[in-house]
């Protein structure tokens, strides 16, 4: 059985930081097809820049169309995997999150929420025309990165992409107002909660206690986010780490329904053959094609 590898971040050769941008063409052509066209679990973070053409995308076990003027997130931990017969041209981005750390000027949180937000969709649309500020500061940053290393260059890269990121900020979905508001702190709030509880706590009830609000408070937050009642949320959350799982192939049904806090290996089975329409091993030899 195939396991899904977990990629780490290698620095490139004569860097002294946990940043790579790299010509999405250049990538493709030199990545083996064979690596590159299965999926993996990366343990930093990469934004896809798309200049011009189209393709497809799988994160987290779904398929993404994208297009001129798509960025693709993809945050630490999420699985995913390229079709290498692209043609689209643009740029990739890979950073870690101690590089984020490592820049005084970086307000963290603002950078990790871009990877947040979308949550059912990690693709947004943004201005790639060559007048436009977001192009102009990615083509720069390439260019400062492949120009020869020093310690001046290291912190205007870190200047460039933080400016590049603040750019990028206005083509988000989720308005600056709506950021702020009481119902979007609750439902991230809320998201961080059941990141961490989701294996124990299964029901809205058990979070509405931890927030010391209502059930329906949680709701409205979910509701108003991401359009999903909060009940199918901890349920989207809870089948995606099963997924996960069953993608580590040496993992038996029996462990994964012990890791994931069901009383038995034939609730996980009814539980996601319920709400995927598979059982877990019939999900696991789809996905591999074994």
Known sequence: MDTIKRINFKRPEHKSFDFEIVGLQEFLKTRPTKHISKAFRLNFYSISYITSGKGAHEIDFKVYDFKTGDMIFIA??????????????????????????????????????????????????????????????????YKEYKAAHSTVKAQLLKSLFRSFMLTIRRFKKIDEQRETSGVYKRFVEFKNLVDIHFKEKKTVGEYAKIMLVSQKTINQATRTVVDLSAKQFIIDRILLEIKRYLSQGELTINEISDLMGFDEPSNLTKFFKRYEGVSPKEFRTEYFGN
């Open 76 to 141: 630490q931990n999420q699985v995913h995997r390229f079709f290498p017969d692209t043609e689209a041209t643009g740029y990739i981005i890979m950073f870690t999150e101690d590089y984020l750390y490592t820049n005084s000027e970086m307000n963290i949180h603002d950078f990790l929420d871009h990877f947040n937000m979308p949550l059912y969709n990690p693709i947004i649309e943004t201005d790639v025309s060559e007048e436009a500020s977001n192009r102009v500061l990615i083509d720069l940053i």
